[in-house]
């Protein structure tokens, strides 16, 4: 079992910057994908960003350009720096490792209002 917990969630003004981080219980890096999902009200969950195992990423066409996402193997812990936030990016954000199991964390809000 692993226990992903994420942090770094708040209220930020358009236009802000926030960084999201992911601890992962154990190292799974080698074998895991990890992503970054976010759930606003009403609508359905959304992939963010991915890095696979071997350390491709991909990001929806709605944060290309304004969110990154990294991880620090040693730490076991994975971000995402976020730029450039609009009302838009409003949404619970869940941390995700995708491989032999699928393992989610409790989630963190992100909420851009002025």
């Known amino acids: 079992q692993v226990q992903l917990v994420e942090s770094g969630g708040g209220l930020v003004q358009p236009g802000g910057s926030l960084r999201l981080s992911c601890a992962a219980s154990?190292?799974?890096?080698?074998?895991?994908?990890m992503g970054w999902y976010r759930q606003a009200p009403g609508k359905p969950r959304e992939r963010v960003a991915v890095?696979?195992?071997?350390?491709?990423?991909n990001y929806a066409d709605s944060v290309l350009g304004r969110f990154t996402i990294s991880r620090d193997n040693a730490k076991n812990t994975v971000y995402l720096q976020m730029n450039s936030l609009n009302p838009e990016d409003t949404a619970v954000y869940y941390c995700?490792?995708?491989?032999?199991?699928?393992?989610w964390g409790q989630g963190t809000q992100v909420t851009v209002s002025s």
């Open positions: 995700n490792g995708h491989g032999p199991y699928d393992y």
């Open positions: 154990r190292s799974i890096f080698s074998i895991y994908a």
């Open positions: 890095i696979s195992s071997g350390g491709q990423i």
